[in-house]
């Protein structure tokens, strides 16, 4: 039996004959039933016109041509290879797409390990610090050592200044015969808003009177006094106790509010030294001497070298050359340059602190961890201070910010302004002050001057008081109420002649604007630039003469 073809998904199989592209009229109008009206439209033909204006009947098989496999073909790769238009992108859009279709470079994931490595030694070496600060910072400081992120601001005095008392003794100093005698004194002032620091070192033979038995008695030389407080060497609060009293003690004799102490040996400026990379010093002989010669210290290499000889200029300086240099003194000869004694000495101890505090601050040394650790692990084992942990990071800052210009040092031997003296006192040499035993005055006043923030005090204009009344003591009486108000009164005595207003002053010469003005605020008067009608001594700078109704004065 003749099977009938079947349809496949709605297909009709092409019937015997025809041709692809031939419409099924017949079959079509056949199968459907469909009105004759509308069948006879769908077997009409249809024209189509082609891209070459040839006209072809649908349905109607071309001449000449039939549709084969490759025009099959042909038309199946052409809808592969079309392509929807391309829609234009924003500028934004394009530039995202650039960024997300950019490859990632091999040298650019090569720099992020990198920088993530530097990263991590960085806060490595950051944390290392840390744990050895942490380490000597509970030996150094007082307070909690994580009170180190905190930053105080130091305790000042009236004039706004920090001041500080730096002890040197030589207890790691083996066979050194007064191990606790503090040999080294110095006092630091420091500006934390002018950002300047001033020093002086106290003469260690100064003869003081302590105010307490002592083993020279109840008046010996001031390097016994921090030994006098006590003698345990063992406990903390002994030390401390040491520091402060001798604070005060020091800063009674020289008129200075005292607020920190620091108690070092002479192995924490060696290891100090060394531990930064060496100092650069300027050696300067004393009278005109060509450079420094001392002998005193050769024993130790069997006189085959020479610890203390250099001539005048900078010199770079290890932490033995240092420590030695800060020790000589030129009592043993053959020395010259230090003539001066303990005078020199304290000169270049002040020159060696000042290197060292450049130097532990300079760049090249805070980026070296192994400088750093050094000088925590010196400080740490060497150092004891009374300077609380939350006081470090600013003292640290103001040390890096003040320049070398703004260091300034003070003496009490210059030519012209001789403070203080050498001498012979019940039997013993000695320094006593210029103006006798005991007198402070002068010396006080010197550093007040110096240091004061009051422009009365710091110009310290010569001023004479003269009497121009006629009435007995009123010149003594208004120097009096001047010099307790800081005034600088030099000269008391009688104007020639009584013929004069309340108050009448003259300024010697120029300059001491501030004096000027605080004087004219004072009276009420202007100061006059004529030369005053009585004589008066060449150093004198203002001359004040009262005149009648001295009750009126201020």
């Known amino acids: 039996m003749k099977k009938k073809p079947t349809s496949i998904d709605g297909f009709i199989p092409r019937q015997k004959g025809s041709q692809l592209g031939e419409l099924h009229t017949k079959t079509y109008k056949a199968s459907l039933d469909i009105p004759e009206d509308i069948s006879s ?142 040999d080294s004194i110095l006092v630091v002032s420091v500006d934390q808003t002018k950002k300047n620091i001033y020093m002086f070192s106290v003469p260690r033979d100064l003869y003081v009177e302590f105010g307490m038995a002592c083993n020279a008695g109840y008046s010996g030389k001031i390097n016994e006094y921090f030994n006098c407080v006590n003698d345990d060497y063992t406990k903390e609060s002994a030390e401390q106790e040491r520091l402060s009293k001798t604070q005060a003690f020091v800063g009674n004799i020289f008129g200075l509010d005292i607020q920190y102490g620091i108690h070092v040996n002479h192995t924490v400026i060696k290891e100090a030294v060394d531990a930064v990379g060496g100092v650069d010093v300027d050696i300067e002989g004393s009278n005109g001497a060509p450079g420094v010669l001392d002998r005193n210290f050769d024993w130790r290499c069997n006189y085959t070298c020479y610890l203390v000889k250099y001539t005048n200029g900078v010199h770079h300086l290890d932490g033995e050359h240092a420590l030695y240099l800060a020790k000589a003194r030129g009592d043993v000869a053959p020395t010259y340059g230090l003539s001066r004694s303990n005078f020199d000495r304290e000169v270049n101890q002040q020159k060696i602190l000042i290197a060292l505090k450049d130097k532990a601050l300079s760049t090249g040394t805070l980026t070296n961890l192994s400088a750093v650790t050094k000088l925590i692990d010196t400080l740490g084992n060497n150092l004891r201070t009374n300077i609380q942990t939350k006081e470090i990071r600013t003292l640290v800052q103001l040390a890096a910010q003040i320049k070398p210009e703004n260091v300034h040092t003070l003496s009490f031997v210059d030519e012209d302004n001789k403070l203080v003296i050498s001498g012979n006192y019940n039997g013993a040499s000695v320094v006593m002050p210029a103006a006798g035993i005991y007198n402070y005055s002068d010396i006080r006043q010197f550093i007040d001057k110096t240091l004061s923030s009051n422009p009365i005090i710091s110009e310290a204009a010569p001023i004479a008081v003269l009497n121009g009344s006629g009435q007995a003591g009123l010149a003594q009486t208004e120097a009096d109420k001047l010099t307790n108000n800081n005034y600088n009164v030099t000269m008391v005595g009688n104007a020639d002649g009584t013929d004069y207003p309340d108050v009448v002053i003259y300024k010697v010469g120029t300059g001491y604007d501030a004096t000027t003005s605080a004087l004219e605020s004072r009276f009420g008067v202007k100061v006059l630039t004529t030369t005053p009608p009585t004589p008066v001594n060449a150093n004198i700078k203002f001359v004040i003469i009262f005149g009648a109704a001295p009750s009126q004065n201020q």
């Not at 042909?74 to 490859?103: F, H």
């Not at 920088?115 to 007082?142: D, R, S």
């Not at 001041?163 to 030589?170: D, Q, R, V």
Request: aromatic share 6%; charged share 25%.
């Open 41 to 182: 439209t769908i077997g009409s033909n249809k024209s189509l016109h082609s891209g070459d204006s040839s006209v072809r009947v649908l349905g109607q098989v071309e001449k000449g041509r039939g549709i084969g496999r490759s025009d099959i073909d042909e038309s199946l790769r052409e809808i592969d290879q079309s392509t929807p238009p391309e829609k234009k992108l924003s500028r934004c859009q394009r530039r995202k797409t650039l960024k997300r279709n950019r490859p990632t470079h091999r040298i650019r994931k090569t720099i992020k390990w990198i920088v993530f490595t530097i990263l991590a030694i960085i806060l490595a070496v950051a944390g290392f610090a840390v744990y050895k600060f942490m380490q000597a910072g509970g030996n150094i400081f007082q307070g909690n050592v994580f009170d180190i992120i905190q930053n105080q601001p130091l305790k000042e005095d009236s004039n706004g200044r920090s001041n500080f008392l730096i002890l040197g003794t030589s207890e790691d100093d083996p066979g050194h015969d007064g191990a606790y005698l503090t």
